[in-house]
C-alpha cells in the first residue's frame, strides 16, 4: 500500500483545511486508517483514526470537537477536516494503514504503513 496525503499548508489561526490520503495498491477497506503529526522537537502523536467501515473513530483529547476523520473506501481515500485550527496544531501530518484486527485507538506500533507527511502551518 503506498499513502499520499495532500492538503497541508499555511492557515491562520481559527482557519480550516481539509487533508487527504490517498492510497493505491490494494483496497483500503480491510485497513484501519489514522492520521498522526509530529511537531519539531516533539514525538509522534495519534490524532485520530477510523474502523474498516467508519462505524468507529477515536480521536486525540486535543483536537476532539475540532477535527473529523472520514473514509470513502470506494475511492481509496482517507480524510481530515480541520477546523478552528491552533497554533500548537502545527506539525507534520502523516497518514497510516494497519491491518489491526481489533476495534480500538490505533497506535504507532500497530501502523503497517505510513504516507508522506504534509506540512500544516497554523500562524497566531
Known amino acids: 500500500v503506498q499513502l499520499q496525503a495532500s492538503g497541508g499548508g499555511l492557515v491562520q489561526a481559527g482557519g480550516s483545511l481539509r487533508l487527504s490520503c490517498a492510497a493505491s495498491g490494494p483496497t483500503l477497506s480491510s485497513y484501519y486508517m489514522g492520521w498522526f503529526r509530529q511537531a519539531p522537537g516533539k514525538e509522534r502523536e495519534r490524532v485520530a483514526d477510523?474502523?474498516?467501515?467508519?462505524?468507529?473513530?477515536h480521536y486525540a483529547d486535543s483536537v476532539k470537537g475540532r477535527f473529523t476523520i472520514s473514509r470513502d473506501n470506494a475511492k481509496n481515500t482517507v480524510y481530515l477536516q480541520m477546523n478552528n485550527l491552533k497554533a500548537d496544531d502545527t506539525a507534520l501530518y502523516y497518514c497510516?494503514?494497519?491491518?489491526?484486527?481489533?476495534?480500538?485507538?490505533?497506535?504507532?506500533?500497530?501502523?503497517?504503513?505510513w504516507g508522506k507527511g504534509t506540512l500544516v502551518t497554523v500562524s497566531s
Open positions: 477510523i474502523s474498516w467501515r467508519s462505524s468507529r473513530t
Open positions: 497510516a494503514a494497519a491491518s489491526m484486527r481489533r476495534v480500538g485507538v490505533m497506535s504507532p506500533g500497530d501502523v503497517d504503513y
